[in-house]
């Protein structure tokens, strides 16, 4: 009988409604919930749990900082991933100067499949 392989919850706070890229590439085994403003990231935060944090860089920086801190007081006991995403089509992304105990990268929303997998399975791993 094989073995399951577990579902990763994954919190995608993305304002742009329609970039598909790369968040299309995760696997089946990502339960993946998108939500596009800062205010519903927040509230849903509290609803549920998750393994992988996937964030915009087309959000302003304070706003960034907000969603990062909110994320930080949600989840005190364990340090999740964060993946921050550029949207090149975006005239200016912000990136907020942050450690996140090593568990952060950087994807474009050009990134490929096997990038996109191998990037988000090494933050996993670690």
Do not use: H
């Amino acid at each position: 009988m094989p073995t399951s392989t577990p579902i990763i919850n994954a919190l995608i706070v993305e304002p742009n409604a329609d970039l598909k890229y790369p968040y299309q590439f995760l696997s089946k085994k990502y339960q993946l919930t998108r939500v596009k403003t800062v205010k519903e990231a927040i509230k849903t935060l509290s609803s549920y749990s998750f393994e992988l944090f996937i964030i915009s860089a087309s959000f302003s920086p304070e706003k960034q900082v907000l969603l990062l801190d909110a994320f930080k007081n949600c989840f005190k006991d364990q340090v999740i991933p964060l993946v921050i995403i550029v949207d090149l089509s975006v005239p200016l992304s912000a990136i907020v100067g942050t450690k996140w105990s090593d568990k952060v990268c950087i994807l474009s929303a050009t990134a490929s499949r096997k990038l996109t997998l191998l990037t988000v399975e090494s933050l996993l791993s670690v």
